[in-house]
């Protein structure tokens, strides 16, 4: 494989038929005339772009969504706290942007009220905007913080925003048996290096289901090239018509030993959210 600066995965189809042998079946309306990016010469890129692709299209069509959750945080001594947020999250119009997505805290009272707000773009840096009841103002966070920890977790603003397909060039790897939650499945291992400025990451690594094409594992180098956490992705239910969400989100920082578990409740669709509810304004105003 070529030399570059690292960039992360993305999923579709394969167009080679040694790449289609190994990869499995193709969906069909991927299967002709899929355009390739420009970055791609070679058939590890274009096999790891199609995989990602693949898994990236599985997620079209939800619309809408809210969910609450529970985010325990552990420290490397074992202690634990515990906070209720909620998220609501607005589909991308197309593959040009991306999602819009509120996060908000319930619990404890010291962060009652806080909120982040994500407009997630491709090669653009993401809009992000916080707001601080104790401060009652909104806060721009700038591109070269977003690598910073969200409100003490082990996620950071950068992994708040939608990991939208054409963020990352994408470069296959192998397939691997992982285990996650006590679950065992075949995985497509692609590596994904970010295209976008500021990144706090230098290259993820990225496990994708060879069944539903959901990702279940994650593992971040920092810039210097260095493992620095991952994510587990577990307890994955089926809405509607093949719309997947993991329930059990689990983020080891192997640097510092801490830990943080997102455990999702029921999600709701198509509850009728629109590009104002994702407004700058909305979060003096509701929250």
Sequence with gaps: MKTKAFNPPSKSLLALASVL????????????????????????ERRGYEIAM???????GFGDSRVEATMTLRNAAGQETTRQLSFQTLERADNTVGDKSVVVFDTPADVQGTALLSHA????PDDQWLYLPALARVRRISS?????PFVGSEFAFEDFTAVELNKYEHNYLTTEAITVDGETLPTDV?????????????RQVSYIDQSIHQIRRIEFFDRRGDLLKTLDLGDYREYGDGIWRAHRLSMTNHQTGKSTLLTYGTFEFGIGLTGNDFERGVLERQY
């Design 190 to 202: 692609v590596e994904r290096f970010p295209r976008y400025e500021n990144s706090g990451y230098s």
């Design 144 to 148: 070269a913080n977003k690598s910073g």
């Design 121 to 124: 773009h491709i090669l653009e």
């Design 21 to 44: 042998a190994l990869a499995g079946p193709v969906p069909t309306a991927f299967a002709q005339d899929a355009e390739l990016p420009a970055w791609v010469d070679s058939d590890s």
């Design 54 to 60: 693949r898994s990236d299209n599985s997620d079209n």
